[in-house]
C-alpha cells in the first residue's frame, strides 16, 4: 500500500501508515472503544469531560482528514472551530434559535470561511501553506476579538442547550451525551467513508505524490480545497457542538495555540490514521484535565515536550506504533 | 498643523512607531528567511526567542547589574548558543524529512519556553529602562523625535543591511548561497557544511534576540511578546517571499509603516491590515513580491 518513493518531490513525510485491510485485534479495539463509549455514562465517566473530548475528537479527526489524508498542514483550523463556536452560541442565545439551527448554522458558516481562506491558501505548498493557513486564522481571531456582537475578552456566555428538534430537553447531561456521541460515530464513519471513495484515494495520490497527481491530469488544486472545506466544516461541527455543551464560546476557543494542540492530538495519536486522532483528542484533553489544577503554567511546557518528543521520536504516533509493531509480528 | 484632519505630531509618532516595528519585523523576518534557506526549517520558535533575548537583557539589568550596552553582545550570544544547542540536540535530526516537522517542532520549543517564562516571570509586563544615553527627545522642528525610537530604527537597519552584505558580498556568504543551492556539493568543495549549518541557526537565534533587546525598552517584556509578534512576521515572510534578502528587509519594514498609518486612519483595522495584505498579495503573485519560485 505504501507508494513507491522513486521521485524525489514524494512527500516521504507523512507516514503512510495506511492500513492494510483492518486486522482482526484493530477491529476489535474498535468495538471495545465504542462499548466504552456507551457505556461511559453508567461507569462514572465524567459526562462533561467526556461530551468535551468527543468535541476535540471530532476536531482531530477533520484535521487529520486533511493532515493524515492529504498532506496539507493547516495550523489555523482553531478558527474554523471558534467561528462556529460563536455562530451557535449568539443564535442559539441571542436570537433564540433551536440547537440543531444553531448547529448546522455555526457548522455551515465554518465551512464558508474555510472557502474563503481555502481559496487563499491553496495558491501556495507545503510550508508556506501552514504559514498562511496560520496567518488567516489570526486574522479571523482578531475579528472574533473586536467584533461588536462576540463580547470582546468575555466572549458569550450563558448559551443555553434548549430542546432538540423540540423534543428532547438536552439540560440533562446523559441526553447530550448520546446527542454528541451519535455526531461523533457519524463523523468517524463519514470520513472513512470519504477516504476509501475513490476521491479519497485521489487525495492519498496527492499527498504522495503532487506532481505525478497532477501529470495524470487530476486537478489538485480543485481536490485541496474541497478537502480543506470538508475539514473546516467538520471542525465547525466540533466547535457549535462544543458551545452546547459547555454553554459559552471564548477567545481560547479560535487562539492559535489551540491549532496547535489539535496537530498534536493527531500526531500524538496517529495521523493518517482513523483512530489516531480519537486516542489523541482522548490523551491530550484527559492530560489537561488530570493537569489543569495541578501544575499551573506548566501544562504548556508538557505540551511542548510532548510534541518535541512526537517529532523527533514518535512521528508515527500511538496507533500508527501499534500498527507498525502487528505488521512487524505478522511478518515474522 | 495637521493632515488629513489628524495633527501632524501624531500622525509622525504613529508612522515612527510604524517604523519601529516595521524595522523588529524585518530582522526576525531576515533571521527566518537565511535559517529557511539553509537548514529548509521553518523556526517557529523564533518569536519565542527574540521573548527569551529581551528576557535576558532585563534579568541582566534586574539581577546581575549588566547595562544596556553590554545586554546588546551578551543576549544574542546567550540566545545564540541556546540556538546552536537546539540544532546540535534537535534539529539536525529533521533536515531529511518533510519540512512541516521542523515547524512542528519548533512549535513545540516555543510552547516550552513561553511556559517556562510564564511560570518564573508571569504574565505581567516589565518595564526595562531606556539607557541614560538615549534617553528623552529631539525636536526637529515639524516633530519632537524621542531619541531611543530613532535609535532602534538606525541600529536595526544597519544590522540588516550588514547580514545583506555578509551575505551578498563577502567569502562566507558565498558559502552560505552555495550551502542553500546544494549543500552536498558544498561539501564536497572542503566546507564544513554540518557546522555552517549550525553556526547558521545560532547567528538567526542571536538576531531575533537582539531585537528582544532592542524592543525591550519599547513594549512591555512579557512572555507572549514573542507569539504575538511571529504570527504577523510569518505573514510578512510569506508577502516578501523567502527568496531574498534585501526583499524581507524592505517588506518587513514597508509592513510597519501600513500598519503605523492604518493605526493612524482606521485603528479597528490595524491588527488585521498585514493579514488583508497577505491575501491580497497572494491572490495576485502566489509567490510573494520578491518570491522566486512559482
Not at chain 1, 12 to 24: G, L, N, Q
Not at chain 2, 184 to 191: D, M, T
Request: charged share 10%; glycine share 12%.
Amino acid at each position: 500500500m505504501n507508494a513507491a518513493t522513486d521521485s524525489p518531490a514524494a512527500v516521504a513525510a507523512v507516514p503512510a501508515a495506511t492500513p492494510a485491510p483492518a486486522s482482526r485485534m484493530a477491529r476489535a479495539a474498535l468495538w471495545v472503544g465504542l462499548a466504552v463509549l456507551i457505556a461511559a455514562p453508567f461507569i462514572g465517566l465524567y459526562p462533561i469531560f467526556m461530551m468535551t473530548a468527543l468535541c476535540f475528537a471530532i476536531f482531530a479527526c477533520a484535521f487529520n482528514l486533511l493532515l493524515g489524508f492529504t498532506g496539507l498542514l493547516s495550523f489555523g483550523h482553531a478558527a474554523y472551530l471558534g467561528v462556529a463556536a460563536y455562530t451557535t452560541g449568539w443564535l442559539v442565545r441571542s436570537a433564540n434559535l433551536s440547537p440543531e439551527l444553531g448547529v448546522l448554522a455555526g457548522t455551515l458558516l465554518a465551512g464558508v470561511c474555510g472557502l474563503a481562506v481555502g481559496l487563499i491558501a491553496i495558491r501556495r505548498q507545503g510550508i508556506y501553506f501552514a504559514m498562511v493557513t496560520l496567518a488567516m486564522a489570526q486574522m479571523i481571531y482578531f475579528v472574533l476579538l473586536q467584533a461588536p456582537f462576540t463580547g470582546g475578552e468575555d466572549g458569550l456566555q450563558g448559551v443555553p442547550r434548549g430542546t432538540l428538534f423540540g423534543v428532547l430537553s438536552l439540560a440533562n447531561d446523559r441526553a447530550l451525551y448520546y446527542v454528541v456521541l451519535a455526531v461523533f460515530v457519524a463523523v468517524f464513519l463519514g470520513i472513512k467513508r470519504i477516504v476509501h471513495s475513490p476521491y479519497g484515494q485521489v487525495l492519498k495520490a496527492i499527498r504522495e505524490n503532487e506532481p505525478r497527481a497532477i501529470s495524470l491530469g487530476y486537478d489538485v488544486d480543485r481536490y485541496k480545497l474541497l478537502a480543506f472545506v470538508l475539514s473546516t466544516t467538520l471542525a465547525g461541527l466540533a466547535g457549535s457542538l462544543k458551545c452546547i455543551v459547555v454553554g459559552f464560546a471564548a477567545l481560547p476557543d479560535a487562539h492559535w495555540s489551540l491549532s496547535g494542540e489539535v496537530v498534536l492530538m493527531t500526531l500524538l495519536g496517529g495521523m493518517g490514521t482513523f483512530a489516531g486522532p480519537v486516542v489523541g483528542a482522548f490523551t491530550i484533553i484527559g492530560l489537561q484535565n488530570f493537569l489543569a489544577d495541578r501544575v499551573g503554567s506548566w501544562i504548556n511546557v508538557i505540551i511542548g515536550a510532548i510534541f518535541v518528543v512526537c517529532v523527533v521520536a514518535f512521528r508515527r504516533g500511538i496507533v500508527g506504533e501499534l500498527n507498525a509493531w502487528q505488521q512487524r509480528r505478522r511478518g515474522r | 498643523m495637521e493632515i488629513f484632519g489628524i495633527p501632524l505630531q501624531a500622525f509622525l509618532g504613529q508612522l515612527l512607531l510604524g517604523l519601529v516595528n516595521g524595522s523588529f519585523y524585518a530582522m526576525l523576518s531576515l533571521g527566518l528567511a537565511v535559517i529557511f534557506g539553509l537548514l529548509g526549517i521553518v523556526n517557529f520558535a523564533h518569536g519565542a526567542l527574540y521573548m527569551i533575548g529581551a528576557y535576558v537583557a532585563w534579568i541582566g539589568m534586574e539581577k546581575l547589574g549588566i547595562n544596556y550596552w553590554f545586554s546588546l553582545v551578551t543576549a544574542p550570544l546567550v540566545v545564540g548558543a541556546l540556538g546552536v544547542l537546539i540544532e546540535r540536540t534537535l534539529l539536525k535530526h529533521l533536515y531529511k524529512i518533510d519540512p512541516i516537522y521542523g515547524l512542528l517542532l519548533t512549535f513545540g520549543l516555543a510552547q516550552i519556553a513561553e511556559g517556562l517564562f510564564r511560570e518564573q516571570f508571569g504574565v505581567s509586563g516589565q518595564q526595562y529602562a531606556v539607557p541614560e544615553l538615549l534617553q528623552g527627545a529631539t525636536n526637529l522642528g515639524f516633530m519632537v523625535l524621542p531619541n531611543y525610537r530613532a535609535w532602534v530604527v538606525l541600529a536595526s537597519l544597519s544590522v540588516c543591511l550588514g547580514t545583506w552584505f555578509v551575505i551578498e558580498r563577502t567569502r562566507l556568504g558565498a558559502y552560505l548561497r552555495a550551502g542553500t543551492e546544494n549543500p552536498a556539493l558544498v561539501q564536497a568543495f572542503g566546507i564544513n557544511v554540518p557546522v555552517m549549518v549550525m553556526l547558521t541557526y545560532g547567528a538567526g537565534c542571536g538576531l531575533a534576540a537582539l531585537a528582544g533587546v532592542l524592543a525591550a525598552p519599547v513594549i512591555q517584556v512579557t512572555p507572549l511578546m514573542g507569539s504575538n509578534l511571529i504570527i504577523v512576521v510569518f505573514a510578512v515572510v510569506v508577502i516578501g517571499g523567502m527568496g531574498s534578502i534585501l526583499g524581507s528587509i524592505l517588506t518587513g519594514v514597508a509592513l510597519g509603516l501600513v500598519e503605523g498609518l492604518t493605526k493612524v486612519f482606521y485603528p479597528e483595522a490595524s491588527s488585521v491590515v498585514v493579514f488583508v495584505i497577505m491575501a491580497i498579495v497572494l491572490m495576485i503573485r502566489p509567490a510573494g513580491l520578491f518570491g522566486k519560485e512559482a
